[in-house]
């Protein structure tokens, strides 16, 4: 199974409560539009596992997808341009990864 992870940093002036309504609103049922996404699931960092610092990201986003190319081609869709923009205007640092699952 390959999936995706996005490390997302808010912008400063974006407030968690707004963020988490347009994931629920927005960006969840965009995510369920793409073709090659099987499922969709944005989770809020509280904290790092040891120690107090606050940790360097806000939110993970973790993408199952069916294929890497399919989830590219997709994510060019001029369609989705004004849904990118809006993310774009709320997260101010994504760090993307992707990888396989073991099985």
């Known amino acids: 199974m390959r999936v995706v992870f996005f490390l997302n940093k808010l912008h400063e002036t974006v ?19 793409i073709p090659s996404i099987l499922d969709y699931k944005v989770a809020k960092i509280e904290g790092l596992l040891e120690g107090d610092d606050r940790p360097p ?21 001029p369609a989705l341009d004004e849904f990118k923009q809006a993310w774009m205007a709320r997260v101010a640092d994504s760090i993307p990864l992707h990888g396989t699952v073991l099985e």
């Open 15 to 33: 407030k968690a409560q707004d963020y988490e309504r347009w994931v629920r609103e927005v960006d969840y049922p965009t995510a369920k539009s």
């Open 57 to 77: 990201y806000d939110y993970v986003e973790r993408v199952e997808i069916t294929d890497l190319e399919s989830y590219r081609r997709d994510l060019a869709d």
